[in-house]
Each structure stands twice: as structure tokens, then as C-alpha cells.
């Protein structure tokens, strides 16, 4: 089981990314999914699931409204658009199965500068 994750980087206040997550060694359609981050001096923590079949979500109550997670089976990945980017979103994001495995991938920087 692994995770790679991709697409962050540096965006100023009020962007958007739209985060990857390519899983490889099971298929993403036999497991609910999930993203977590951990921002610096923090705990990891949660951000959003979505069902095996990918039409229920769930997101930390805090982020609701901004978030978007989302997958495609046919690639085995797992997407997060991020909209209206804060300097609290700063942080690694990582994927995993929900709950999580105890794999973890490198996980990917989002830093939120202007």
C-alpha cells in the first residue's frame, strides 16, 4: 500500500490548488478514502473522506465550504481542490484510506504566502 501525493506548492491568499493522490498497491474503489494535514507544531489532522463509491463526502467541520475532495477509480487517484486559500491551510497534506492504513506517503506542501 502506497501513496503519492502531488500538486502542491506556494499560493497567495485566496487561491486555489488542486491536490493529487495516486494509490498503488490496492484499489481505491474497495475502501473509503481520505485526506489529512499537518500543519507546522501541529497534530495531524482531518480533512475530508469520500465513500467507495464516491458519492458521499465528509469534511472537518472548520473547512467545510472550501474543500473538495473527490477520486477517479479508473486512475486509482484521489483528488482535493482547495478554494479560497488561507494562511492556516498551510500545512502537508497526505491521503490514505479512511481509516487510515498505517502507510503513509511523503505527503505534499501547500504553503499559503503572500
Known amino acids: 500500500v502506497q501513496f503519492e501525493e502531488s500538486g502542491g506548492g506556494l499560493v497567495q491568499p485566496g487561491g486555489s490548488l488542486k491536490l493529487s493522490c495516486v494509490a498503488s498497491?490496492?484499489?481505491?474503489?474497495?475502501?473509503?478514502m481520505s485526506w489529512y494535514r499537518q500543519a507546522p507544531r501541529k497534530e495531524r489532522e482531518f480533512v475530508a473522506r469520500?465513500?467507495?463509491?464516491?458519492?458521499?463526502?465528509n469534511y472537518a467541520d472548520s473547512l467545510k465550504g472550501r474543500f473538495t475532495i473527490s477520486k477517479d477509480i479508473a486512475k486509482n487517484t484521489v483528488y482535493l481542490h482547495i478554494n479560497s486559500l488561507e494562511s492556516d491551510d498551510t500545512a502537508v497534506y497526505y491521503c490514505?484510506?479512511?481509516?487510515?492504513?498505517?502507510?503513509w506517503g511523503q505527503g505534499t506542501q501547500v504553503t499559503v504566502s503572500s
Open positions: 490514505n484510506q479512511y481509516p487510515p492504513s498505517v502507510n
Open positions: 498497491g490496492f484499489s481505491i474503489n474497495w475502501y473509503e
Open positions: 469520500i465513500s467507495r463509491g464516491g458519492g458521499i463526502t
